[in-house]
T-cell receptor
Framework: GAVVSQHPSRVICKSGTSVKIECRSL??????MFWYRQFPKQSLMLMAT?????????EQGVEKDKFLINHASLTLSTLTVTSAHPEDSSFYIC?????????????FGSGTRLTVV | DAKTTQPPSMDCAEGRAANLPCNHS???????VYWYRQIHSQGPQYIIH???NNETNEMASLIITEDRKSSTLILPHATLRDTAVYYC????????????FGKGITLSVRP
């Protein structure tokens, strides 16, 4: 169980454009979605937490108007990086979780490598 | 801020046991100890977690001290594919409980 699908795995976009990243929970209902990003040689940093049907809660220093999170269903959440700039180049990782939270361990997507040129 | 401290790196020989230590001296009574690993350019992979009893699964064993202030992840027979960054994290298990990643320990398995 706990199968997560994250797409795309890799994307290159031009500065100023927007990029959408999808995260699907294939065999469980993701009541909560965590979005992380990871810069080279650094650890994962939580960006935001979203509950299905509610607005996301963003961590300090993360611009909510730049990183749009949609969690409209229990199996799909999207992260849109709007007006991307080179400094947004990073590895983005989703982590959907069900109502039991981490009781059975958290699952992560395979990540999306975003390069903004 | 991460609530755990781990050495930055260690290595072990292929086929030998890898013992990865973690200190979590400020752990609360309802916090679990989780271990994840991240192979380069992949998402973190769940390994094991426990509250106070030692745990074992097909991947590893988790030994938690009686006072719960430290733990050790044991990979019984390390292979080259176990080379990764290993993260020790403490957290409660509620639906909105988030994992805070520290720097982890880089395990290098040598042939």
């Amino acid at each position: 169980g706990a199968v997560v699908s994250q797409h795309p795995s890799r994307v290159i976009c031009k500065s100023g454009t927007s990029v959408k990243i999808e995260c699907r929970s294939l065999d469980f209902q993701a009541t909560t979605m965590f979005w992380y990003r990871q810069f080279p040689k650094q650890s994962l940093m939580l960006m935001a937490t979203s509950n299905e049907g509610s607005k996301a809660t963003y961590e300090q220093g993360v611009e909510k108007d730049k990183f749009l999170i949609n969690h409209a269903s229990l199996t799909l959440s999207t992260l849109t990086v709007t007006s991307a700039h080179p400094e947004d180049s990073s590895f983005y990782i989703c982590s959907p979780t069900g109502h039991r939270g981490g009781l059975y361990g958290y699952t992560f997507g395979s990540g999306t490598r975003l390069t903004v040129v | 801020d991460a609530k755990t401290t781990q050495p930055p790196s260690m290595d072990c020989a292929e086929g030998r046991a890898a013992n990865l230590p973690c200190n979590h001296s400020t752990i609360s009574g309802n916090e679990y100890v989780y271990w994840y690993r991240q192979i380069h350019s992949q998402g973190p992979q769940y390994i094991i977690h426990g509250l106070k009893n030692n745990e074992t699964n097909e991947m590893a064993s988790l030994i938690i001290t009686e006072d719960r202030k430290s733990s050790t992840l044991i990979l019984p027979h390390a292979t080259l594919r176990d080379t990764a960054v290993y993260y020790c994290i403490v957290s409660v298990t509620g639906a909105n409980s988030k994992l805070t990643f520290g720097k982890g320990i880089t395990l290098s398995v040598r042939p």
